[in-house]
């Protein structure tokens, strides 16, 4: 066979999975329908400014083997997530939430006061569970209001998250909002990681870096030609989506996706940060990225007099669309069981990677540690 490797699709898993098979001397060929490499990380150069195409990225992670192994490739600027939310009172507050919010909220100043303040809201909400003979939060609301309380709740959770998932916050899993960070500093970093930032020069340059020297082909479909393509390699590394693989046969995972509404301004700093969030119910979109602030900083801000926002706009997802985050609610964690199943049986002869080959919310970080540990389990 001409190839050791034949990898569908040119995402961040399918790069990464390149360099490593590429360096370890095993001959590759990467297919990628879209017109360019790079999957939902590629941006669009627009007048000097990098565009997040299908979303913003914003790099993080605390995996030391996954931070040294991207720097060997691209160096990394100094964002820092901080994003802004614009709440139904038409104030602003600080995300994540923390005393530069509690502090606008209630007033408070000092951890301890705003400490009390929780307390009280958190009270209100345990004794309405209790009257109503509840132990555990049910749903969404009622874990956001026993771990944050009413005020931050209805300001800047409620219809936020409505938006976001297109159903009311009484009949969404209390886990989703499980992870949310309350932070009794004056500190507006929106991750926990240790390490963050963006790609210098932007995402592509990283994509390019892990494709250097290996083969890829663009605008081909894996699908469209499978035999042919499966003639060429001994071992298949598949990125698209599960269902599609086995032709819909036990039926369609489902996803929900964003839509992006993108303008250019003749303006040199519109919002003033790259993430404002909307909570309030009454304007259709939860958030304005404004994609200079990832890579400009200070005077370099002013120095384009232009500036490219996107509106997003989440939105039921339905075939055609861009599949963008898994719903993992029953129906679909069943059948994505017994595609797992499929897809077992196939190995080593294919082998299923990323997030839409394994139905499965990713960030970049921990994609790339699943390729570290997938090739090696490939290689043994
Ligand atoms: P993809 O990037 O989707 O790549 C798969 C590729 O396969 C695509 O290019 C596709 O065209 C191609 N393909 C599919 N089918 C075929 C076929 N039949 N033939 C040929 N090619 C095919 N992560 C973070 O760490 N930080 C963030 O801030 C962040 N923000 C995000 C925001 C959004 C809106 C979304 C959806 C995700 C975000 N992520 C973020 C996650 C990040 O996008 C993923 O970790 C990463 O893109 C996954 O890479 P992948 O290679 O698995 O998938
Ligand atoms: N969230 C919220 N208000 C905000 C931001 C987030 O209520 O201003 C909630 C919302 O329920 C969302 C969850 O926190 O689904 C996780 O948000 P995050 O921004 O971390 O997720 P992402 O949009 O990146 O998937």
Same mark, same amino acid.
């Given at each position: 066979?001409?190839?050791?490797?034949?990898?569908?699709? #040119?995402?961040?898993?399918?790069?990464?999975? #390149?360099?490593?098979?590429?360096?370890?001397?095993?001959?590759?060929?990467?297919?990628?329908?879209?017109?360019?490499?790079?999957?939902?990380?590629?941006?669009?150069?627009?007048?000097?400014?990098?565009?997040?195409? /299908?979303?913003?990225?914003?790099? !993080?992670?605390?995996?030391?083997? &996954?931070?040294?192994?991207?720097?060997? /490739?691209?160096?990394?600027?100094?964002?820092?997530?901080?994003?802004? *939310?614009?709440?139904?009172?038409?104030?602003?507050?600080?995300?994540?939430?923390?005393?530069?919010?509690?502090?606008?909220?209630?007033?408070?100043?000092?951890?301890?006061?705003?400490?009390?303040?929780?307390?009280?809201?958190?009270?209100?909400?345990?004794?309405?569970?209790?009257?109503?003979?509840?132990?555990?939060?049910?749903?969404?609301?009622?874990?956001?209001?026993?771990?944050?309380?009413?005020?931050?709740?209805?300001?800047?959770?409620?219809?936020?998250?409505?938006?976001?998932?297109?159903?009311?916050?009484?009949?969404?899993? *209390?886990?989703?909002?499980?992870?949310?960070? $309350? =932070?009794?500093?004056?500190?507006?970093?929106?991750?926990?990681?240790?390490?963050? +930032?963006?790609?210098?020069?932007?995402?592509?340059?990283?994509?390019?870096?892990?494709?250097?020297?290996?083969?890829?082909?663009?605008?081909? @479909?894996?699908?469209?030609?499978?035999?042919?393509?499966?003639?060429? #390699?001994?071992?298949?590394?598949?990125?698209?989506?599960?269902?599609? %693989?086995?032709?819909?046969?036990?039926?369609?995972?489902?996803?929900?996706?964003?839509?992006?509404?993108?303008?250019?301004?003749?303006?040199?700093?519109?919002?003033?940060?790259?993430?404002?969030?909307?909570?309030?119910?009454?304007?259709? /979109?939860?958030?304005?990225?404004?994609?200079? !602030?990832?890579?400009?900083?200070?005077?370099?801000? %002013?120095?384009?007099?232009?500036?490219?926002?996107?509106?997003?706009?989440?939105?039921?997802?339905?075939? +055609?669309?861009?599949? /963008?985050?898994?719903?993992? @609610?029953?129906?679909?964690?069943?059948?994505?069981?017994? %595609?797992?199943?499929?897809?077992?049986?196939?190995?080593?002869? &294919?082998?299923?990677?990323? =997030?839409?080959?394994?139905?499965?919310?990713? @960030?970049? @970080?921990?994609?790339?540690?699943? $390729?570290?540990?997938?090739?090696?389990?490939?290689? *043994?």
């Amino acid at each position: 066979m001409k190839y050791d490797f034949l990898i569908v699709g #040119a995402g961040l898993y399918g790069a990464v999975f #390149a360099r490593l098979a590429t360096d370890a001397g095993k001959k590759c060929l990467v297919i990628e329908k879209r017109n360019h490499p790079g999957g939902n990380i590629y941006c669009e150069n627009i007048d000097g400014i990098n565009v997040h195409k /299908y979303g913003a990225h914003i790099f !993080h992670t605390s995996n030391e083997e &996954v931070w040294e192994f991207v720097n060997r /490739y691209v160096r990394f600027n100094r964002y820092t997530n901080c994003p802004v *939310a614009k709440a139904p009172d038409g104030k602003m507050y600080n995300l994540p939430f923390n005393m530069n919010t509690f502090c606008k909220l209630w007033g408070v100043e000092t951890p301890v006061e705003a400490e009390a303040k929780l307390e009280e809201q958190r009270r209100e909400a345990k004794e309405k569970m209790a009257a109503d003979g509840v132990a555990e939060p049910r749903n969404l609301e009622e874990q956001a209001l026993t771990l944050i309380g009413r005020d931050v709740y209805e300001l800047l959770i409620k219809h936020y998250t409505e938006k976001q998932w297109g159903r009311p916050c009484t009949e969404l899993p *209390a886990y989703i909002i499980r992870r949310l960070p $309350v =932070r009794l500093v004056f500190d507006n970093n929106y991750f926990n990681d240790l390490y963050q +930032g963006i790609p210098e020069g932007g995402y592509n340059k990283l994509i390019d870096a892990l494709l250097e020297g290996v083969e890829v082909r663009l605008d081909t @479909d894996y699908l469209a030609d499978r035999a042919n393509f499966d003639s060429l #390699a001994e071992h298949i590394i598949y990125t698209g989506p599960i269902d599609e %693989y086995f032709d819909f046969k036990l039926g369609n995972l489902q996803w929900r996706t964003v839509r992006f509404e993108t303008e250019k301004l003749e303006n040199p700093n519109y919002q003033g940060n790259a993430v404002i969030n909307y909570t309030a119910g009454d304007v259709p /979109y939860t958030r304005i990225i404004e994609h200079k !602030h990832f890579e400009m900083f200070g005077q370099a801000v %002013y120095d384009n007099p232009l500036t490219v926002i996107s509106r997003e706009y989440s939105t039921e997802w339905t075939p +055609g669309m861009e599949p /963008y985050y898994p719903v993992n @609610d029953s129906r679909n964690n069943e059948l994505i069981e017994k %595609y797992r199943e499929l897809a077992e049986e196939l190995k080593p002869r &294919v082998f299923f990677g990323g =997030r839409l080959g394994t139905y499965t919310y990713l @960030d970049m @970080d921990k994609v790339i540690a699943k $390729v570290l540990a997938d090739f090696k389990e490939i290689m *043994a």
